[in-house]
């Protein structure tokens, strides 16, 4: 799906928030695109922010039984504490250690405890499939993901049901394989506080 399939409110409320960039963008799996959702600035508005929210956890399946929402630092920690509001539950997240994603500040969950993963933006699935597998290797039981943003094309095949706001699918490239256009443009990487505001 193209920008062209985003919704009135959906295409004003990023561009009014300036959520939705263009340029050329590494991200988080290392891969290049034109595109880049920095959802931190839809989100630095929770009146605005607070009914997409509303709207996803009623679509969540089997909400009623989630324990805890978990949600990889630092991009989900501000959507799952929403989501884990709106569903009354606990919310906690995991932080990157090496190639992993790991539960530190006195976090843990048990064995059975039923859990939500959310994540801001999907594109290949790998921070939300680590922190699955911190979940799983703890005993808990993964109930569903949740993503504002989907830009995975359905590269990525979750284990449990998957609700999102949007679905996009925009190209990705390796860095070594750039259109002409995006080799002539400095490459950023938002995520990491050094891209462009």
Known sequence: MSLDSLTEEQRRLFEETGALLKG???????????????CALLMQ????????CAEL??????????ETVVSPAIGGIVFGQ?????????????????DAMVLRRGFAVRPGEKALIVEDV????GSVLKVEKTLRDAGAEVLGFVALVDRSGGRFKPSAP????IKLEFP???????????????AVKPGSGKGRK
């Open 82 to 98: 929403e989501i884990a509001r709106i569903l009354g539950c606990r919310a906690i997240f995991t932080e990157k250690e090496d």
């Open 122 to 125: 999907t594109t290949t699935g």
């Open 162 to 165: 998957m609700t999102s706001w």
């Open 172 to 186: 990705t490239y390796e860095a070594d394989k750039l259109p002409p256009h995006l080799k002539a443009i400095p």
């Open 57 to 66: 956890a009623a679509r969540i399946p089997r909400a009623r039984e989630i």
């Open 24 to 38: 050329h963008f590494i991200l988080a799996s290392g891969l290049r695109s034109e595109y880049y959702f920095q």
């Open 45 to 52: 508005y929770p009146k605005r922010f607070e009914p997409i």
